[in-house]
């Protein structure tokens, strides 16, 4: 029945075009493959968010969309033998995607009624499309079971019609997607109104990192990282585009004086600058999700105390244009460490991955607690008042950083000479600092790596080692990192959720 099949793929195409098409009104988050594929990520165990993290790394989310088509292209061909047999019945299968579709879009916070409509034109052109086809499939010469075949000359007429019938709607369907897809990337593009923002200077310049933080050692990470290779690890499917002059930002909740910012309020306040490194939850010992930047931002601190914070609370609620949720220790928040609102990020307005037009950023937490991308809302709450997103799903409320470092060179299963080897990476303690950085080789005694330039506590620290490589043959490194309050990073395992990984990074190398 690969024809039955056909008539159910191209009946997919051009419900699918037809959403794209009708987002175009509604905005790309509600077209509805990538409406379907926000509620997948809201309902996906933690666990198994986890293991798309570890396995797909930042690729998640192209894997998720292709599971999402493959579905509902398994599903389309379904229909389609169904339609043969009973028009309505795989017509039904697709009111199903639509009406699931528009649950999907209707189910994000902050949700408009409108947001449901490309699923629901989806879900109606799907219909009447796979209806009509199918009605013509049954129309030929043994097209329905059980039918009797016709003369070669009328069954070639039929099947001629059919075909230029189906591979119509498909072309059709397919320009219809694409052409939907390309008008509402650009009419929510804000690129050009990024490329416009002019930063004002910061009213106290930082000076230059030091060349002496960094190790010259081929190969190791450079100290701060580019904005092209910061990693990223949220949910969202389609980048929040936000046009910076259409953007506020609300503080409320248990304040004396509600305020409401605009971007060029936010660009009238005093600059700060802030070396920081953000690292998420979510990474493996050893991993990359971790990076360092200069960010640019206003005081955040200064922005609550003009508020006025009251008496009892404890938390502040940062929300994002996508509906996410992260919560932050208040006190920490006003303890004298710099948190930031940022908007600029290593000497350029921030880019669109990494938060546009505003961000938080609080040292000494992980990103699921501190760092809100496409910041729109503040709220001064409590503990007990709310749970943000990721603590709903069962992640530690704090999200303090944990002592982590990592052996950059060489590379796992590298070969090396023997004789002396460079070995080096990057440890971090996020808000402590890192106070020494040891290694073993063999399970031998530890012995201190050499630490670069100290840059400041909320900044990762690199280290490097001369190794006489010897004897040929395999050998196993293993590092371990102490922060300045004298804690020594467990060598004990623990996978990510709910609080960080803990353990000590170890490669192996052979000497020949």
């Known amino acids: 029945m690969a024809g039955a099949a ?18 175009y009104a ?80 209707l189910s994000r916070p902050g949700a408009a009624a409108a947001d449901c409509i490309p699923s629901l034109v989806a879900g109606l052109v799907g219909a009447v499309t796979v209806w009509f086809l199918a009605r013509l499939w049954r129309g030929l010469p043994g097209g329905r079971p059980g039918q009797p075949a016709a003369p070669d000359g009328a069954a070639v007429t039929s099947r001629r019609t059919v075909l230029t ?11 219809a997607g694409a052409a939907g897809r390309i008008l509402t990337d650009r009419r929510y593009d804000v ?12 009213a106290v310049p930082r000076p230059p990192l030091p060349s002496a933080v960094h190790p010259d050692v081929p190969g190791l990470s450079p100290f701060t990282t580019p904005n092209g290779d910061f990693y990223r690890v949220d949910t969202a499917l389609t980048l929040p585009r936000i046009d910076p002059r259409a953007w506020t930002l609300r503080i409320h909740g248990l304040v004396d004086r509600p305020q409401l910012l605009t971007f060029d309020d936010l660009l009238r306040e005093p600059l700060e600058e802030l070396d920081h490194t953000l690292s998420c939850v979510s990474n493996e010992v050893g991993g990359p999700y971790v990076g360092t930047a200069r960010w640019l931002g ?77 910041l729109v809302d503040l709220e001064v709450t409590n503990f007990t008042a709310f749970d943000p997103y990721w603590v709903q799903r069962g992640w530690d409320r704090t999200g303090a950083v944990r002592t982590a470092s990592r052996i950059e060179v060489p590379a796992p299963f590298a070969k090396v000479p023997a004789g002396d080897v460079d070995l080096a990476g990057t440890a971090w303690a996020t808000h402590r600092g890192i106070a020494a950085v040891e290694l073993r080789i063999d399970e031998g005694p530890w012995q201190q790596a050499e630490l670069a330039a100290d840059a400041g506590p909320d900044l990762w620290r690199q280290w490097s080692y001369r190794w006489p490589a010897a004897p040929p043959g395999t050998h196993r490194i293993e590092v371990r990192a102490t922060d300045t309050a004298g804690a020594v990073q467990p060598e004990s395992r623990a996978a990510p959720f709910p609080a960080g990984a803990t353990g000590r990074h170890s490669t192996v190398v052979t000497v020949t």
């Not at 509604?26 to 509620?39: L, Q």
């Not at 601190?301 to 996410?324: E, H, I, T, Y």
């Open 26 to 105: 509604t905005g790309a988050p509600t077209a509805p493959v990538v409406a379907v594929g926000a509620a997948v990520i809201d309902l996906t165990p933690t666990p198994l968010k986890e293991y798309a993290v570890r396995t797909f790394g930042t690729h998640d989310k192209p894997v998720l969309l292709g599971g999402i088509y493959l579905t509902t292209a398994l599903l389309a061909a379904l229909a389609g033998w169904s339609a043969v047999r009973r028009p309505f019945a795989g017509a039904a299968v697709f009111g199903a995607f639509g009406a699931l579709g528009a649950w999907a879009a």
């Open 298 to 374: 206003v005081a955040l601190p200064a922005l609550l105390r003009r508020a006025g914070v009251r008496s009892g609370a404890d938390q502040l609620v940062g929300r994002s244009q996508d509906g996410m949720t992260i919560g932050t220790p208040l006190e920490s928040v006003l303890d004298g460490r710099r948190a930031l609102l940022a908007v600029a990020m290593n000497g350029e307005a921030l880019p669109l991955a990494h938060g546009f037009p505003c961000r938080t950023v609080v040292p000494g937490f992980y990103g699921y607690t501190s760092a809100t991308k496409w």
């Open 191 to 202: 690129a050009a109104a990024r490329d416009a923002v002019r930063l004002p200077p910061p």
């Open 165 to 175: 019938a189906t591979a119509a709607t498909l072309t059709a369907g397919a320009l």
């Open 6 to 23: 056909a008539i159910g793929l191209t009946s997919a195409v051009a419900a699918l075009g037809a959403g794209e098409s009708a987002a």
